[in-house]
């Protein structure tokens, strides 16, 4: 009796072992930069933005804790973070009378998330500037909180006459469509008497069962490095993708040509552009949008890759897009912007600029930025 079922059992489990062997030695590309996502996922002490001394109102946060320090570390970076008496990233650049100040706003990439203090692109354009560039960055920010944050603290930055504002296309189109959800009990986003915007279940996904499991098997050290496990992931999450769901990395909602994802953030940025406008004319300041692109627009390898993963075909994604449309809707608005993905996508090693889990812009990637926007950058807010 106990030989039969360990029979059985064997039976079961030598197709799964075999599957698991071949996986591991022939598999696709998709599965094997997973596995290595995963393996940086391991031995993260600190990986949490939780205990950060944040100055914050009901609805975001606005600054940080002036004169504060505090440490970043996960698997892929280490490093410490220095705010400044204003409540704002240092910039560990020498005090210098400067000609004017400009403050820079932006999410996590401008703020720095994963380089030094003096490794930020802000940093090192303030550096070499008779200008005085101000790191105004917050994680999880986009455009609608960067435009209270100037209506809130633009007389205690000095009044500053000229502002920019970092749009990151990664992830800044999605950030403006939550920031227009009233609440998590409604279906609609209301942004105008005659604008509905859809409620997107990649924003607020309604597959709770799915993704608990999904949590689940992440967290679990044992099934995480399976990679039979990750295969039948990718076999379900497509399945779910079929029905609509569009639980994916941002940046391809926003690419592909077969989405209205692309449509509906365009009319809440064109809402936003209005009241920054007004509260420009109001405040007496000018302002520049720079165009900061996903890792996915300038390295094709892995848009390929991540595209298989995700089931789409290459003829359903338009990789320029996000920046048509943003360029153009900045354009109709008489907004100047400095767009970068060029100049990044034209750098020799593009694998290096980005981290490989997170998404953001290596010490290298901080770099290159800084020189992309530098010289376009100072001759429209000189």
């Given at each position: 009796m106990v030989l039969?079922?360990?029979?059985?059992?064997?039976?079961?489990?030598?197709?799964?072992?075999?599957?698991?062997?071949?996986?591991?030695?022939?598999?696709?590309?998709?599965?094997?930069?997973?596995?290595?996502?995963?393996?940086?996922?391991?031995?993260?002490?600190?990986?949490t933005d939780e205990d950060w001394p944040v100055e914050c109102s009901e609805l975001h946060c606005y600054m940080f804790a002036p004169n504060s320090e505090f440490q970043v570390v996960t698997q892929e970076y280490s490093h410490g973070v220095t705010i400044d008496q204003h409540g704002n990233r240092s910039n560990r650049n020498l005090e210098t009378e400067p000609s004017k100040v400009v403050p820079i706003l932006g999410d996590s990439f401008t703020f720095g998330l994963g380089v030094e203090d003096n490794e930020t692109f802000v940093s090192l354009i303030d550096k070499v500037s008779s200008i005085r560039y101000m790191n105004l960055g917050i994680p999880g920010n986009s455009v609608t909180q960067h435009i209270d944050i100037v209506e809130r603290r633009h007389s205690s930055l000095g009044s500053p006459s000229n502002y920019v504002f970092i749009f990151?296309?990664?992830?800044?189109?999605?950030?403006?469509?939550?920031?227009?959800?009233?609440?998590?009990?409604?279906?609609?986003?209301?942004?105008?008497?005659?604008?509905?915007?859809?409620?997107?279940?990649?924003?607020?996904?309604?597959f709770n069962i799915l993704s608990s499991l999904n949590e689940y098997v992440i967290q679990d050290a044992f099934l995480s490095k399976l990679y039979v496990v990750q295969w039948v992931r990718h076999k379900l999450l497509m399945i779910v993708n079929q029905s609509s769901a569009d639980l994916m990395d941002p940046i391809f909602l926003v690419m592909r040509k077969d989405k209205y994802y692309l449509t509906d953030a365009k009319q809440v940025l064109e809402h936003e552009l209005n009241r920054l406008d007004q509260l420009?004319?109001?405040?007496?300041?000018?302002?520049?949008?720079?165009?900061?692109?996903?890792?996915?627009?300038?390295?094709?390898?892995?848009?390929?890759?991540?595209?298989?993963?995700?089931?789409?075909?290459?003829?359903?994604?338009?990789?320029?897009?996000?920046?048509?449309?943003?360029a153009a809707t900045l354009e109709s608005n008489d907004v100047p912007y400095v767009d970068i993905t060029p100049c990044m996508a034209d750098q020799e090693n593009i694998v290096s600029l980005y981290y490989l889990r997170d998404n953001h812009l290596t010490v290298n990637g901080h770099r290159v930025a800084a020189r992309c926007m530098k010289n376009a950058l100072e001759e429209i807010v000189r």
């Open positions: 039969g079922g360990l029979l059985i059992l064997f039976g079961l489990l030598a197709p799964i072992l075999v599957f698991e062997g071949l996986l591991r030695v022939i598999g696709p590309a998709w599965l094997d930069l997973r596995m290595r996502e995963i393996a940086l996922n391991d031995n993260v002490y600190l990986d990151f296309l990664g992830n800044d189109f999605q950030n403006i469509l939550e920031s227009h959800i009233i609440s998590s009990e409604k279906d609609i986003v209301d942004v105008g008497e005659d604008s509905d915007i859809n409620y997107y279940p990649t924003i607020t996904n309604k420009a004319s109001k405040l007496n300041f000018e302002y520049v949008f720079v165009i900061i692109p996903d890792r996915h627009q300038i390295n094709r390898d892995l848009l390929l890759t991540r595209s298989q993963y995700y089931g789409i075909g290459e003829e359903q994604i338009e990789v320029d897009l996000p920046n048509s449309v943003l």
